[in-house]
């Protein structure tokens, strides 16, 4: 099946600092979503993002199907970015194992 | 328009019980799909139901079972409970999940003693 990797796993910012998240997937996938969970678990959508570059405010997202990887870039970053940032899609959705980011301020 | 809704939020029960979990999905979405998180193995699709049939199904045994009414609403039933099972339980809803964006439900997070 499906394997998906995140990148970094762990990540530290000074708060107005940017940082790029990574997502490679080993074979294509039509549904990428960009989530992010909050302290009570609930997991909020960033993004859907199959191919192409959206943005929403501080956040954007852009993924090249053809060479199966996705890319989160967060801006200006602030405390309430904090949070685990998951990546995921496919036939059985398969997750990535997450990007842990902690914003200190 | 109201998002999922998941019920119970929080359940303790103890080995070798049964536990049904709800989840009512955003109007006029037709696919359910249910996932566990643990923090060893992290974000697990179990399966997904398209119009009251299942249409895919993860890698869990076959305790873990599901169904989905005819409104869309799903339910997932766990039977013989193990100490394993504790999770995070998150369902999410989409028109379609191959082709269109999840919107999950808040969890319910299950504690087995």
């Known amino acids: 099946g499906i394997q998906v990797e995140q990148s970094p796993p762990d990540l530290i910012l000074q708060e107005g600092a940017n940082s790029t998240l990574r997502c490679n997937f080993s074979d294509s996938v039509n549904n990428l979503q960009w989530f992010h969970q909050n302290p009570w678990g609930q997991l909020i959508n960033l993004f859907y993002i199959p191919s192409g570059t959206k943005q929403n405010g501080r956040l954007s997202a852009t993924t090249v199907a053809t060479e199966r990887y996705s890319l989160l870039y967060i801006s200006s970053s602030q405390t309430t970015d904090s949070g685990v940032y998951f990546c995921g899609g496919g036939f059985k959705t398969i997750f990535g194992a997450g990007t842990r980011l902690f914003v200190k301020a | ?113």
């Open chain 2, 1 to 113: 328009k109201a998002g999922v809704t998941q019920t119970p939020r929080y359940l303790i029960k103890t080995r070798g019980q049964q536990v049904t979990l709800s989840c009512s999905p955003i109007s006029g979405h037709r696919s359910v799909s249910w996932y566990q998180q643990t923090p060893g193995q992290g974000l697990q699709f179990l399966f997904e139901y398209f119009s009251e049939t299942q249409r895919n199904k993860g890698n869990f045994p076959g305790r873990f079972s599901g169904r989905q009414f005819s409104n869309s609403r799903s339910e997932m039933n766990v039977s013989t409970l193990e100490l394993g099972d504790s999770a995070l339980y998150l369902c999410a809803s989409s028109w379609d999940r191959a082709v269109n964006e999840q919107f999950f439900g808040p969890g319910t997070r299950l504690t087995v003693l």
